[in-house]
């Protein structure tokens, strides 16, 4: 008596279920195993309920399924999916840096229906042609809608020398 102590309460039931022929139907009994009373009380058959299976229903525990079942597959609700990827904004320079005003100042255009956050190419070239400097600068712009920036020029070199700005018309999406 002392050694059926560490048996659950599952196995105790699934026992008696199984000696008693309880729950079992003919056709039942003629595809399950016999299960002996040495078995149910060693916890070692097949099919025998371990410590975290569902509770017993009344049926033979020691009954086999005849038809394989398919492993479950997630299915992802819909907050889980990943969101649209941002389009690439619009730039445009409304105003190059001068003497009397030593900030470039950039319009950005979002086409996207949430906040997003794009990058801006500014390049400073004297009348020569040449680049001076170029500046990339993050502006955040609500969605479907306009954002303007403005960058301070005195990192790009003497603001005498700047000829004109050129912006890149594409603001690249950042996130």
Not at 3 to 9: I, S
Not at 19 to 28: E, H, I, N, R, V
Not at 50 to 60: F, K, L, M, V, Y
Not at 90 to 103: F, G, I, Q, R
Request: net charge positive.
């Amino acid at each position: 008596m002392i050694k059926r102590v560490h048996m659950t309460a599952g196995m105790a039931l699934a026992a008696v279920i199984v000696l008693s022929g309880c729950g079992a139907t003919k056709s039942d009994k003629a595809k399950s195993t016999p299960q002996t009373a040495s078995t149910a009380k060693s916890g070692s058959a097949v099919g025998a309920p371990s410590a975290d299976s569902a509770p017993s229903t009344g049926e033979s525990s020691g009954k086999q399924s005849a038809q394989p079942t398919a492993p479950s597959t997630p299915t992802a609700s819909p907050s889980a999916t990943a969101a649209q990827p941002l389009k690439d904004g619009t730039a445009v320079l409304t105003h190059c840096a001068d003497n009397d005003d030593p900030y470039a100042t950039v319009t950005v255009r979002n086409p996207n229906g949430r906040r997003g956050l794009f990058a801006v190419k500014i390049s400073y070239k004297t009348a020569n042609g040449f680049t001076m400097a170029e500046t990339y600068n993050q502006v955040s712009v609500p969605a479907k809608s306009k954002a303007t920036v403005r960058v301070a020029v005195a990192s790009a070199g003497p603001v005498d020398e700047i000829a004109r700005c050129d912006v890149n018309p594409r603001a690249t999406a950042v996130r």
